[in-house]
């Protein structure tokens, strides 16, 4: 069963230019997996279980975001061009159809061309247009930095779109349901850790944070994560047998205990304690014999 999709105004108008390309009407629409199968010549062979359970689990709450793309084999047949993980998280989770897109044609300077044209659409949010640089690059073949000459864009700009994608599902729902905005959203890509990523995401919503508030926010994070990454590289460390055994030599050597601090990345310090004056000129005299 192929059904229209209302993922959203913008997305189901990602490429109202291409009818010549794909199916009519265009857009996003909802097929059953029943009819979908995958491409055999999928490079990657291997998905990893704990990774699919994640995405799987992530569907259940928040759905499909990010659309498959499908090619047309058949009256009610389709093969997938790109989203295999997608779809196999999506059997998991028990849904019954799922959002995707369908190429009924290999014209892809035509597909390009009506793309590009709609990403200057106005009412296209943020996760629209990322998905929209994203399908450029695996349908059409094209890295980011032709991806940014085509579209006039810097290459950090398109970069800092696509990586919205890796962004948690709550979160990327939040920009398309317009709950934060791409100001927001490129502060949170920053973080690195998903659940901060949402536990921010949320206080964004509940009281209503400006963007400049989310910047110093996840500045301060990762300061405090700079500094935590510090003190534990010079946390002091169990010494290795070779280490202790040269720390007796010395000991035996200079005639009194010594002590010897090593990091986790090999930096340490050898300290040699004296408890007078006189101490530390007879630990001189024995430095100054040896050369």
């Known amino acids: 069963m192929v059904k229209r999709s209302g993922l959203g105004k913008g997305l ?10 794909l199916h009519p009407p265009p857009g996003v629409n909802e097929i059953d997996l ?45 093969q997938i061009i790109a989203g295999e993980r997608r779809f196999r998280a999506a059997q998991k989770a028990g849904l019954v159809r799922v959002p995707a897109y369908i190429r009924e044609a290999e014209d892809e300077g035509m597909l390009e061309m009506a793309l590009i044209e709609n990403i ?3 009412d296209l949010n943020a996760i629209e247009i990322a998905l929209s640089y994203q399908r450029l690059i695996e349908e059409c073949n094209l890295t980011q930095e ?36 791409m100001g927001h959203a490129r502060a949170l890509i920053n973080l690195e850790d998903p ?31 700079l500094e ?9 460390t169990a010494l290795p047998g070779e280490i202790l055994t040269a720390k007796n030599n010395i000991s ?5 205990p010594v002590k010897i601090s090593l990091s986790e990345d090999g ?23 040896q050369k």
């Open 12 to 21: 189901g108008a990602l490429i109202d230019d291409a009818d010549n390309i």
């Open 34 to 78: 029943s009819l979908i199968e995958v491409n055999p010549f999928q490079p990657r062979t291997h998905f990893d279980p704990e990774s699919l359970e994640e995405l799987a689990s992530s569907i259940r709450e928040f759905g499909l975001i990010q659309p498959l793309t499908l090619r047309r084999i058949g009256s009610e047949r389709f």
């Open 120 to 122: 200057q659409r106005e």
């Open 146 to 181: 032709t991806l940014s000459t085509r579209v006039g864009k810097k290459r950090s700009t398109v970069s800092n779109y696509i990586r919205l994608l890796k962004l948690p599902p709550s979160v990327q729902k939040g920009i398309l349901d317009k709950q934060i905005t």
């Open 195 to 225: 659940e901060t990523q949402e536990m921010i995401f949320e206080q964004i919503v509940r009281f209503d944070f400006s963007v400049r508030k989310v910047e110093e926010i996840v500045r301060n994070i990762q300061e405090n994560n």
């Open 228 to 236: 935590q990454h510090q003190a534990n590289k010079k946390k002091k």
């Open 252 to 256: 035996d050597f200079f005639r009194q």
């Open 267 to 289: 930096e340490g310090k050898i300290i040699i304690p004296f408890r007078s004056k006189e101490q530390l000129l007879e630990i001189v005299k024995i430095i100054e014999n």
